[in-house]
Nanobody, 118 residues
Framework: QVQLEESGGGLVQAGGSLRLSCAASGRTFIVDTMGWFRQAPGKEREFVAHISWPGRITRYADSVKGRFALSRDAKNTVYLQMNSQQSEDTAVYYC????????????WGQGTQVSVSS
């Protein structure tokens, strides 16, 4: 199994920045993709960004392109740098991970709240 622990959420003013972290532990060698989804009140969960390896291939939702940046370190932690935040970014952010060869995400974190005040 793989465990995911998120941190870094909080309250930020519009235009500000936050950085989320997601640390993976356990059988991390089976994972080839990690990233983030988010769910705003009354809305469905939506894809934000992910990074795949080898090759550090990143993909972003159109709504965050140019504002958010995803990176991964050698210790299986991924970071979501969120800049120029907008009120529409307010949501619970969930870290996810996918096993190599799987077609959907297998592991999820508990979620961390991000609130952007206008």
């Amino acid at each position: 199994q793989v465990q995911l622990e998120e941190s870094g959420g909080g309250l930020v003013q519009a235009g500000g920045s936050l950085r989320l972290s997601c640390a993976a532990s356990g059988r991390t060698f089976i994972v080839d993709t990690m990233g983030w989804f988010r769910q705003a009140p009354g809305k469905e969960r939506e894809f934000v960004a992910h990074i795949s390896w080898p090759g550090r291939i990143t993909r972003y939702a159109d709504s965050v392109k140019g504002r958010f940046a995803l990176s991964r370190d050698a210790k299986n932690t991924v970071y979501l740098q969120m800049n120029s935040q907008q009120s529409e970014d307010t949501a619970v952010y969930y870290c996810e991970a996918k096993r190599s060869g799987a077609t959907s995400y297998d592991y999820w974190g508990q979620g961390t709240q991000v609130s952007v005040s206008s």
